[in-house]
């Protein structure tokens, strides 16, 4: 487990925990440990477990470490990782161009934003929601940014966490603080989608247009996450530049997803379809920032509870097929052949595309990646 101010490793087995120069910490620590004060960094540490920790005596003498609880943990302050991860947000903002504010405020107090991030003809109002919170609440905090003119967009590490879906979201790793504050790479594992364009002969399951009892184009098209970024600060500037936008996808008449999309992808949609009849799979498709209000769901008999089902760990995983505005072939995918040994080098240097250190280079010999070099090829 790890000290966080003096960011130092705890030995339990030893009398003074194994750092001498810090005498009675036991004493200080022992039952009076609060969020952010020892966190567990066991690489076996479930994902959605919480991180913080504190220390016991059992009655045979024993010491001990264990999680402080949920409901503990979501009633302390403001966290170390909370702090990082808006400090991250801003300066990216910055770094892209972008004007961010931490804690804004409306007028009158009803709502404040994390971070407000101001970008190209749009507002991007960034929460990191680390610990726990309902469903009711993620929505009712949406809509309050919405009525401001604001796209709400929520940052979980959890894969069951309730802004799933929601409102516009996107899920990271769980890290230390520290971590969120430098310059290390932070994936985004959902919310986050692309358009993948498929032939029917190939796509292996029944065909969408035959299921819902339509000519079949020859093309089909879903949202997908194989294509979800490498780089959370891509998100807030891409978000910001609106080469991201927000989308809700009604499924069904009682749900709905949410994802970021590449702005480029949703033009090749056709979003103007009206019920299930017109869509493989019922979806309506909302472009957030082309509405300034989210749809309010909350319940209207009597006060709701807040109570959701948990979300589905693959729930954020799911394909949600589209229609597209102009089926035709997709440009043809090109895969290279870089199997040979000249593509290969000991020094790694940043790729030409993503800057990511590579040890591959291109018929050029160029550091670049191969799945880049491809992606290049595709975008022509």
């Known amino acids: 487990m790890l000290l966080v101010e003096f960011g130092t490793v705890l ?74 991860l808006k400090e991250r947000i801003a300066k990216a903002a ?21 971070v407000l991030v101001r970008g190209d003809g749009v507002q991007i109002g960034f929460e990191p929601q680390l610990s726990p919170i309902t469903a009711a609440t993620v929505r009712r905090r949406s809509k309050l940014a919405t009525d401001d003119g604001i796209t709400p967009a929520w940052m979980t590490n959890s894969r069951t966490s309730k802004v799933i879906d929601q409102a516009p979201w996107a899920r990271i790793d769980r890290k230390m603080w520290h971590e969120y504050l430098s310059d290390t790479e932070l994936p985004v ?27 079949c184009s020859g093309w089909h098209a879903s ?6 970024l490498e780089r959370f600060d891509d998100l807030v500037i891409k978000a910001a530049a609106r080469e991201l936008v927000a989308v809700n996808v009604q499924r069904t008449a009682t749900r709905s997803v949410w994802f970021w999309v590449p702005a ?32 309010d769901q909350s319940c209207r008999y009597g006060q709701d509870s807040g109570h959701r089902p948990p979300a589905s760990p693959d729930a954020d995983r799911e394909p949600v097929s589209v229609k597209l505005a102009e089926p035709m072939a997709p440009p043809t995918i090109g895969f290279l052949d870089w199997s040979g040994a000249a593509h290969w080098a000991k020094q790694a240097l940043p790729c030409r595309i993503c800057k990511k250190v590579t040890q591959v280079r291109d018929d050029q010999m160029r550091p670049c990646h191969k799945t880049c070099a491809e992606s290049e090829l595709w975008r022509g």
């Open 11 to 84: 030995d339990l087995s030893r009398e003074d925990l194994g750092v001498p120069e810090l005498p009675g910490l036991w004493e200080q620590l022992h039952g009076k440990c609060k969020s952010g004060t020892l966190q567990c960094i066991d690489p076996q540490h479930p994902a959605d477990a919480p991180p913080w920790l504190y220390l016991r005596q059992n009655e045979d003498g024993t010491r001990e470490a264990r999680h402080i609880s949920g409901a503990e943990h979501a009633t302390s302050g403001e966290s170390d990782e909370h702090k990082a």
């Open 94 to 114: 910055e770094a892209g161009g972008f004007d961010a504010v931490i804690e804004d405020s409306s007028k009158n107090r009803r709502r404040r934003t994390d």
């Open 189 to 215: 594992r959902g919310g986050v989608r692309g358009l993948v364009i498929e032939e029917c002969s190939r796509m292996g399951t029944v065909c969408p247009d035959k299921k819902a009892g339509r000519p």
């Open 223 to 228: 949202w997908s996450d194989a294509r979800a």
């Open 264 to 295: 480029s992808d949703l033009e090749k949609v056709d979003s103007t379809t009206t019920g299930a009849d017109d869509s493989p799979l019922g979806g309506i498709i909302t472009r957030v920032d082309s509405r300034p209000r989210l749809r």
